[in-house]
């Protein structure tokens, strides 16, 4: 059965095949730990940024209070993150990254991260700042529309 002519590519197209390839690799290399891909995901805000409050986390990923609970919960009790005190204000907890290193995720993001080298060095510098800015602006914009998303759910602001 024939679907039709292939062709490139381009615009929504392209920026689907490229969300859904990063998300199923997320999905990949979750799984080899015990997590979702979302889980995954908020660890490596959390070690990347954090620490942060659970309201803080939940404002970052766009999710309710109910939903970053449960996924705080399922971070804690798999030991990779830990729940303190903010001795500022003590009705807070402040939400840090335990200090474990996973070996698994450290070789498949390395991994990944060489092969991916291996195709920007195929560009010469100009074409390398151009294609950083790129990831950079659309880093931005997927941050301000996760976060447009998640004040727009009405559970959000519950």
């Known amino acids: 059965m024939s679907t039709g002519p292939s062709r490139t590519p ?3 197209d392209l920026g689907r095949q490229l969300s859904t390839a990063v998300v199923l690799f997320h999905q990949a290399v979750a799984a080899r ?3 979702s891909a979302g889980d995954l995901k908020t660890l490596e805000l959390i070690e990347s940024e954090g620490p942060f409050s659970a309201s803080e986390l ?3 990923t766009g999710l309710t209070g109910a939903g970053i609970t449960n996924v705080i919960s399922r971070l804690a009790g798999g030991g990779h993150i830990e729940r303190q ?7 807070r907890a ?4 335990t200090p474990e290193n996973n070996l698994e995720l450290e070789d ?3 991994h990944l991260g060489m092969s991916l080298g291996a195709v920007i060095g195929e560009y010469n510098a100009t074409e390398q700042a151009a ?3 790129y990831l950079q602006r659309m880093v931005h914009v997927l941050r301000e529309e996760t976060q447009r998303l998640g004040m ?3 559970d959000a602001r519950s």
């Not at 005190?85 to 009705?91: G, N, S």
């Not at 402040?94 to 990254?97: D, L, M, N, P, V």
Request: charged share 30%.
């Open 131 to 133: 294609i950083t800015s």
């Open 152 to 154: 727009n759910n009405p």
């Open 33 to 35: 730990v015990g997590l």
């Open 58 to 60: 939940a404002e970052r």
């Open 94 to 97: 402040i939400i840090r990254a």
């Open 85 to 91: 005190i903010d001795p500022q204000d003590r009705r």
């Open 108 to 110: 498949a993001f390395a």
């Open 10 to 12: 381009h615009g929504d």
